[in-house]
């Protein structure tokens, strides 16, 4: 693209409704758009009249100078509308059930952007509400996902609710499966020793056409500067559609936010225990237990060391959390 043209978004395009990428678009509307944005490429017009781009067609099968103006604008303005959010514990989580946050998840992969997604239990909310850094994290996110039994209760008490859990150990087959039928790259990151491999071996197992990117499993132990570049720049040269990421909570967190930009993958997710679940390095509670909210007895007896005082401390939140929106309202 020549570099005197320099196009900039009008007000009006920049607030019209999510824009899609859609092959199905017609040719005929497809040629009109092209043409309107040949003619103000032509006359450097920085405004997009008044062409309304809800489901813009896929060029890249097209070589014209048009095709190549398109492609640059639609690389700065993509915008995927979220959900509606309900606030419950001091976090907004976004009302959506697992088929639409599917549906929202590849759409925001189309669009390009460096985003992130945060599944959120009760010690999330808890870490939340005891560290700025992360909560202020977390309302940045693309989508805040109830990953909780007690969250999802709690939401029927307002006004807008909550449709059901929508769990990282399960939303990892779900997307990793869409992910398969969409020929989109996925990268593995974190986790123990051989974890991660043993993650991507089994989900391709399970979904052959799914395309694994890379893998890597960093040291537990604080790495050097140069260490971290290194897996930035292998993460970077898979040009992965989706990263994985197991590094425990907030530490995960932490490293997105950091190197976000720097990756410019469309799609992160920190989805930290699921890795060691697909894996079969840890069973996952029956059925049963999740839906009466009971997981977390579950995985404190195969783990009460480790996991214990964690779930004491939610517990303690919890109760903390209730009392006082008891007190709120009788006052």
Same mark, same amino acid.
């Given at each position: 693209?020549?570099n005197?043209?320099q ?15 859609? =092959? ?6 497809? *040629?009109?758009?092209r043409?309107?944005?040949?003619l103000?490429?032509?006359l ?25 103006? $398109? ?8 915008i995927?509308q979220? =959900? ?6 001091g ?12 549906d +929202?998840?590849e ?6 952007h460096? /985003?992130?997604?945060v ?10 509400? +005891? ?6 994290f ?7 996902l ?5 969250? $999802? ?11 059901e ?7 990892i087959?779900?997307?990793?499966? %869409? ?10 990151? @974190?986790?123990?020793? @051989?974890?991660?491999?043993?993650? *991507? ?12 990117? @890379? ?8 790495? /050097? ?5 290194g897996?930035?720049? %292998? ?5 992965p559609?989706? $990263?994985l990421v197991?590094? @425990?909570?907030?530490k ?6 950091? +190197? ?27 059925r049963?237990?999740?839906?009466l909210?009971l997981?977390?007895? +579950?995985?404190?007896?195969?783990? =009460?060391? %480790? ?7 939610n517990?303690?939140?919890?109760a903390k959390?209730?009392?006082?929106e008891?007190?709120?309202?009788? /006052?």
């Amino acid at each position: 693209m020549s570099n005197q043209v320099q196009p900039q978004l009008s007000e009006s395009l920049v607030q019209s409704n999510p824009v899609v990428r859609n =092959p199905s678009y017609k040719q005929s509307e497809l *040629a009109e758009i092209r043409a309107q944005f040949a003619l103000e490429s032509e006359l450097n017009v920085a405004a997009l009249q008044p062409v309304t781009v809800d489901n813009l067609y896929s060029y890249e099968n097209s070589h014209s100078k048009v095709s190549d103006y $398109l492609e640059e604008v639609l690389s700065s303005s993509v915008i995927v509308q979220p =959900p509606e959010t309900t606030r419950i514990w001091g976090l907004d989580y976004h009302a959506i059930d697992m088929e639409q946050t599917l549906d +929202h998840l590849e759409k925001v992969m189309a669009a390009r952007h460096p /985003s992130y997604v945060v599944t959120a239990n009760l010690n999330y909310a808890m870490l939340c509400a +005891h560290n700025p850094r992360l909560a202020a994290f977390t309302q940045k996110s693309a989508l805040t996902l109830c990953d909780g039994m007690p969250i $999802l209760w709690r939401s029927k008490l307002n006004a807008t609710k909550l449709p059901e859990r929508v769990a990282g150990a399960d939303l990892i087959y779900r997307l990793t499966e %869409r992910c398969s039928h969409k020929k989109l790259r996925v990268y593995f990151y @974190g986790a123990a020793e @051989g974890i991660a491999e043993e993650t *991507a071996a089994a989900l391709k197992k399970r979904y052959p056409k799914l395309i694994v990117a @890379g893998v890597q499993c960093p040291p537990f132990r604080a790495c /050097s500067s140069e260490e971290i570049r290194g897996q930035i720049a %292998r993460i970077k040269q898979t040009k992965p559609d989706l $990263l994985l990421v197991a590094l @425990g909570q907030p530490k995960g967190e932490y490293w997105i936010e950091d +190197h976000l930009e720097e990756l410019a993958v469309p799609l992160t997710i920190q989805l930290g225990a699921s890795f060691d679940f697909v894996a079969g390095n840890s069973i996952r509670a029956p059925r049963y237990l999740q839906v009466l909210g009971l997981e977390w007895l +579950h995985r404190t007896l195969k783990d =009460p060391v %480790r996991l214990a005082p964690r779930y004491f401390s939610n517990l303690l939140f919890l109760a903390k959390a209730i009392r006082r929106e008891l007190i709120e309202k009788l /006052s």
